[in-house]
């Protein structure tokens, strides 16, 4: 605003300056004096020129004031805010219990048992192929079991009927003897095979069931209870 009052001084100057000049295609008529400054700002126009920047100086002491204001608001604001935050760190570095990450916490769907640290649906009546039998993980928001070692079979077979099969996620469906987790797509690492097996008997046995035991490869359209797992293995 004061650069403004300045240029408004100036032009309103000029404008008195040269105001009463009789100009023509060649400039101002010759023998013309041209008037003096200090006549131009007798008077009324340079005490209603200084009242206007006075006017504009005392707004801008305000304008100058205010901004101060909010800084020092802003300020004050952000040091209550990093303290609250410190005393926050220092309780949790005190207790120890820093909250967990929500992508670390495991949704686990209704009537899955825990066995050792992971969850599983074990089916007990339906017997279903093993595209149906996946389908069936998926929709409770599993997937087939995929087992990792020996252990964690071991554990698992103490929760299954004897001499009974069960699906697992295991499959060549891609591409014949590369078996691997259709859970992950990763390729299995423990295949505890059954004697023969894999046989791929007719070329026509691409997924793998749990039998006393064993593995097994067998006709994917074959009926039997299955086993379902929640999360994906890392």
Known sequence: MLVLAKALFSGLMIVMVYGSLAITTEGPISGDPLPELETQLDGCCFSALQRMLDHVAAHQTEWDACERSKLNDVQADQI?????????????????????????????????????????????????????????????????????????????????VDREVYWLDTTDLATEGEFVHSSSGKKASFLNWGYGEPDNHQNMQHCIFLYNGYYYDSHCNTKSLFICQAGLEK
């Open 80 to 160: 209550r805010i990093e303290s609250e935050l410190s005393d926050i760190q220092a309780k949790l570095s005190s207790s120890g219990n820093w909250p967990e990450s929500k992508s670390n916490v495991l949704n686990i769907p209704p009537n899955f048992e825990k066995i050792d640290s992971k969850y599983y649906y074990i089916e007990k009546s339906t017997r279903q192929n093993w595209y149906g039998a996946s389908n069936f993980c998926r929709q409770m928001g599993a997937h087939l079991a995929s087992i990792q070692n020996s252990m964690e079979q071991s554990r698992i077979e103490q929760h299954l």
